[in-house]
């Protein structure tokens, strides 16, 4: 199909060299017939005026001239027709004084040339009644098509060669491209823990697998900790549920064996902590579809104000609030970030809180601190990974989720902002630091 194409190309780009080459033909001819009426002309007032001289050549592209009288004799010529028969005895159609022609003649046996001639009747001259013959060789250009199809062959080959060169050269460069392409389709359908061979060269096809292999290990990576997302998932949900129906099937099966209102009220909680899950759970989904509330201009010590007023604590929370910290975004979602935060801390410290907003270097600032036991350093990014419980039975008991915490660090970088558990200042208890752009920084 696409060497049709060239061909069809190619034979359009001769046929369009073959028909400029005919313009320019035809305009080199116009040119000659126009001098050569010029220098007739010229020709024709010096024997009207009487001048019987051999014919002085005018200043034009012409060089041959010839006052020919009726009888056919030559009675003026210029240089170089002086002595030779009349280049020719066209004459004007009847009534008319002008002939234009391209007269062929033969001064010796071995050569003949045409000429480009305008003749111009001239009577009662000089010489009587006479035709005026001005004449130039014909360029041999205009004698045959000769250029012009060469020229169109010539321009078509070329085209052709150049179409059908670069036409390969490019299948040359992309076959690489297409054996990719194939490769990749293989390892999308199949096993994305696949990979391209990398050649070690350094060009550009080189570049191209590594970053598809980079790719294919992020994407990799992405499904497989959703895979491991689901299945903690199910596993959490699996652990309240199975408890709620054993505890319901032993109140049936000996009705009498347990107090009905304590199997109810440990149902019942077994039936919030799935509800609080679900709800984690449908957070952290929404969060990762990119889910926003409508953003609005939030006052942090205000929305720690209030966060603490409704948070009900067992330990004392000592606040250091900066007025006028604002940053922008969605209140409910940074007033559950500061909830999961206030929790923690209450749940772990010993003795008190402290919550503190300020701003730095174009950054609203929130810490919040305990005085528990902490965080090894070592655990301290693990925390935020999903369903992870360092204290797993006690934070079990007490409601804790494992979800807390990835849920507060999905909410900050949805506000670009960033949250990291840090050394303790006082060297005990733990300390978490969430940076947001200020209001004025933030682009959203
Ligand atoms: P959970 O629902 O278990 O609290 P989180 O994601 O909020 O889940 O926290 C994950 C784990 O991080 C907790 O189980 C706990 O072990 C640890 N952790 C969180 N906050 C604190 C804190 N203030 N002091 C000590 N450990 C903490």
Redesign the pocket.
Known sequence: MTLIAIIVFAVVLGTGAFATWQVVENRLAADLVNSAAEAAGKTVQDIERGSADDVVLPVTRINRIQVVANDGRVVAASPAMKGKPPITRMLPPPGGTRVDGTPCVSFSASERTCYVAVGLRADHTVHGDVMVYAATPEPQSLRSNFLEITLALFSSALLALLGWGTWHLAGRTLAPVERIRAEMAEITASDLSRRMPVSDSEDEMAQLTGTINATLERLERAVENQRRFASDASHELRTPLTGLRTKLELAISDPGAEDPLATMRSVLADAERLQVLIEDLLLLARLDAGVRGPPELVDLAELVTSEVENHQARHEVLLKLDPGVMVRGSRLQLGRLLA?LLA??D??AVSEVRVQVGSLRGEAVMEIT?D????PAGERER?FQRF?????AR?RDAG???????IARDIAMAHRGRLYAADSTTGR??R?VLHLPLSTAFRP
């Open positions: 999961n923690n801390a749940r772990h305990d528990g036991l902490g965080i925390v992870t419980r360092l204290d797993s934070s804790g989720t494992g979800l807390g915490l990835p208890g733990a978490f």
